[in-house]
Each structure stands twice: as C-alpha cells, then as structure tokens.
C-alpha cells in the first residue's frame, strides 16, 4: 500500500465495557464509561419511536439523498436544502471534504491538540498536515492563517475542541475566515454546539451564507444522543456542496438513523435535559478537581481534559488504575497530552463514582 497509508496511526476509541468487563473480572453493569463524550441520557424516546415506524421498511435501501432528513435540517437552518450533505457521523464529513478538496501532496491546516480525526483524513488522501502549535491548549488561529501555504487546500478547526474542550468566541471565528484566501476550504466542526451557553451560540448558518468557502459540519452523536447510529451533516454553499455529494458514498446514513434523527432534531426538551445535566456534571467534576487540587483545561464540551500527575506515565498509569475499578475514560497520549486525561460528562451519580474512583487511583 501506499506509503503514506502505512504512515497512519490508527484511531484509538475509548475501551467497550464489554471488553473492560473481562479483561478486570468485572460485572459490566458496574461499569461507568465517560471516555467517548457520549450523550449520558442515551438515545432520545422521540428517536426510539421513529426508529420503530422505519424498521418496518428496513428491506429497502435507505433514501440516498435524506429527502426529509435534509428537508428538516433546512427549515432549522433556513438553508435551502442543496446546501446540506449528509454524513456517516460527522466523521464521514471531515472524511468527505479531505476527499472533495485534498490532491496527494496538497497540505491542510489544523491546530495541536485538535480532534483526531483531521489527521487521519489528511493521511487517508496523502495530504500533507501542517500542525500549527497550540495556545493554551486552543487554536491560534492568527497563527493558522499564516501557516496557509500556497498548496493548502483545506483547514480543519474545531470549535469547541476536542480533547481540550476550548472555545473561540464569534468575532475571532470572522476574523479568521476574512483571513483566509477564496480558494482554501474551511471546516468548522462544531460537533459540540448545542452544549454552548445561550450567549455563546451564534447563528454559523449566517457565515455560510456569507462564505463560499465555509463548511460547518456538525453531528447528532454528542447532545443528541445518537452516536451509536452515525449521523452527522454538513451545511455549506451549493457549489462546495455539490463537491462532497459527488465523493460520498449513495447510502451512506442509513434509515434508523435519518428516522432517529429527523425526531431528535425536533426534540428540543432532550436538548435542555442534556444542556443542564451537563452544566451540572461540570460543575460537579471542576469543583472536585479543584479539591483535589489537579489542573483541567476550562471546558464548552461535555468532557474536560486534566492533569493527573507531572511525568509522562501519569495519564496511562491513573487510567489503568481507573480501569481496575471499572471507570473508562480517554488517554490523551496520543494527543501529545501524557499527563492528561480527558473525562466525558455523565450522569451525577456516574461522575460520582468516577471522582471516588480518582480519588483511589491517585492515592
Ligand atoms: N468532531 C469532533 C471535534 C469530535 O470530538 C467528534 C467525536 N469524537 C467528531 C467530530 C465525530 O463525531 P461523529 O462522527 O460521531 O459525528
């Protein structure tokens, strides 16, 4: 294979309970996992009772184009509907635009520390990744803006971040994409939006209206609770649009999931619930953090990353001790973050457990 595919590193997810379970002699119910930033309240009942009417149709293939998926989606975003492309997670779109955008050999731009999955996409087309340095553990996006080569094709930003959980207000985000030269595609992934206090939302709908170049692709996994169906989307002008629909894959969101997700987006008191449990858990996790006195990284996201000891064993031993005792949450290591550890929001009494359970393993 090429080599630039051998040169790839592959995506570490947060551990299944199942195989948690047996490699500890654990009893799975016991298990508390807060390593993937997975929605605590699991799938909305709306979702569960849409997914019930499709299954009756399951024989057929999908609708290829998500007529009312992108339908719905439009009247939300009050975007006509030929600017929505449809993915298989958000992950299928970042995929999607490496593909639409990214020749072998072009580079693309996106920040240390920033979500995975930017790198990977990059690799996949034989792109070349320019890894603009980090500050305070968020983008530097003037930074990224000179980094902008003559042969960039794409950048990546995330807002908020993940691993990190930083944010960057409405005023730089413009800013930023005023920077960037007509002929560079920028992806703003906003998988975690809808966890955003009221005054830091901002209509990202509007700057697409106003930015040919501009994709922000967005996901049903995290507030909505749908991560185990795959279903993100992406809303940019037609022409950009028009591009990714030819690179992605016929079926690629399957019928329980545009049903799953149609009811989702009209659920609006599972997004308050989510919203609130997560401001709460938050609350909850820093105030211990901050008894414990261990340094975390100021968190939009519904997970907050933190420093569980100085040298560079720190994140994996406390992991593994979690582990012993039946709590999952996410390495950083191979974000460059060692001494780090990146913990979902869950439910009071599982951030409980998982504070307990710190409390031991850094003993
Ligand atoms: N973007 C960011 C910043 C993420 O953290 C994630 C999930 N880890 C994704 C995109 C992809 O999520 P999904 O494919 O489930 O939509």
């Given amino acids: 294979g090429p080599e630039y595919v051998r040169a790839i590193a592959p995506y570490q997810a947060g551990k299944p ?15 508390v996992k807060l390593a993937s930033n997975e929605n605590p309240f699991g799938v909305p009942e709306s979702s569960k009772a849409a997914m019930a009417q499709a299954a009756a149709d399951l024989g057929r293939y999908p609708d290829a184009n998500g007529f009312e998926l992108k339908a719905a989606l439009a ?11 449809l993915g298989n997670g958000s992950n299928d779109i970042l995929e999607i635009a490496a593909h639409a955008f990214v020749q072998k050999g072009e580079s693309v731009v996106f920040a240390q520390y920033s979500f995975a999955v930017y790198a990977l996409a990059t690799q996949g087309v034989g792109g070349r990744a320019i890894v603009v340095p980090a500050v305070n553990y968020g983008h530097d996006l003037q930074g990224m803006a000179a980094a902008i080569e003559a042969d960039t094709r794409l950048v990546y930003v995330a807002n908020p971040n993940n691993p990190t959980g930083t944010f960057i207000g409405a005023q730089e985000i413009e800013a930023f994409l005023k920077q960037v030269p007509a002929n560079v595609v920028v992806v703003l992934d906003e998988a975690y939006n809808e966890y955003l206090a009221a005054e830091h939302q901002f209509e990202s709908a509007d700057w697409v209206r106003k930015y040919p170049n501009l994709i922000v692709s967005r996901t049903f996994s995290k507030a909505y609770g749908l991560a185990g169906l795959r279903v993100g989307f992406a809303i940019a002008q037609p022409e950009v649009t028009d591009l990714m629909n030819r690179i992605r894959q016929p079926f690629n969101v399957n019928s329980l999931a545009q049903a799953a997700a149609i009811a989702a987006l009209n659920d609006k008191e599972f997004l308050k619930k989510g919203a609130e449990n997560n401001a709460a858990g938050y609350r909850q996790m820093t105030a211990a953090f901050e008894e414990l006195g261990l340094e975390y990284v100021p968190s939009f ?6 420093r569980v ?12 001790a979690l582990l012993k005792q039946g709590v999952i949450v996410r390495p950083v290591g191979a974000y460059g973050l060692p001494q780090w550890l990146r913990i979902s929001i869950g439910l009071p009494q599982e951030n409980a457990t998982f504070i307990e359970a710190l409390k031991k393993a850094l003993s």
């Avoid at 309970?17 to 298990?31: K, Q």
């Avoid at 009247?75 to 492309?85: K, L, M, Q, S």
């Fill in 17 to 31: 309970i199942a195989e948690v379970a047996r490699e500890f002699g654990l009893d799975e119910a016991s298990i």
């Fill in 75 to 85: 009247a939300r975003y009050d975007v006509p509907a030929d600017w929505i492309t």
């Fill in 301 to 306: 996201g519904n997970f907050v990353l933190v």
């Fill in 309 to 320: 000891g100085d040298d560079d064993g720190a994140g994996a031993r406390v992991n593994l």
